[in-house]
């Protein structure tokens, strides 16, 4: 008799590309949910960054509310704090977000 290692037959090889096919539609699916929002998001906060005014409430990553009163050319804002009108210089880049006029 033959030995089994002579009778089995040689499988025919598969097509790389759809190896890859599962990590490509991985790296897909997390493009789409996570990257894709994100810079959504990102784009939306440099916008606003770029659109404040005097006037403007703004909240602070450190959760202080005020108005913007003066925005200087080194890229800080003058914000008065209620309810003793504090100023308070801040970086733009530490605006948060805008509030709205139901919150004040």
Same mark, same amino acid.
């Given at each position: 008799?033959? @030995?089994?290692?002579?009778?089995? %037959?040689?499988? $025919?090889?598969?097509? @790389?590309?759809? %190896? !890859?096919? $599962?990590?490509? *539609?991985?790296? #897909?699916?997390?493009? !789409?949910?996570?990257?894709? $929002? =994100?810079?959504?998001?990102?784009?939306?906060?440099?916008? =606003?960054?770029?659109?404040?005014? $005097?006037?403007? /409430?703004? *909240?602070?990553? #450190?959760?202080?509310?005020?108005?913007?009163? =003066?925005?200087?050319?080194?890229? /800080?804002?003058?914000?008065?704090?209620? @309810?003793?009108?504090?100023?308070?210089?801040?970086?733009?880049?530490?605006?948060? #977000?805008?509030?709205?006029?139901?919150?004040?």
């Amino acid at each position: 008799m033959y @030995p089994s290692f002579l009778l089995q %037959g040689t499988q $025919p090889s598969s097509n @790389p590309v759809l %190896g !890859f096919l $599962p990590i490509l *539609l991985i790296f #897909g699916i997390f493009y !789409f949910l996570l990257f894709l $929002p =994100m810079q959504r998001q990102k784009k939306q906060q440099r916008k =606003m960054l770029a659109n404040l005014e $005097p006037g403007k /409430t703004v *909240l602070t990553s #450190g959760g202080i509310i005020g108005t913007v009163t =003066m925005i200087n050319q080194d890229d /800080t804002l003058i914000i008065r704090v209620k @309810p003793d009108n504090l100023k308070i210089q801040i970086a733009r880049s530490a605006v948060s #977000g805008l509030v709205s006029d139901e919150k004040k």
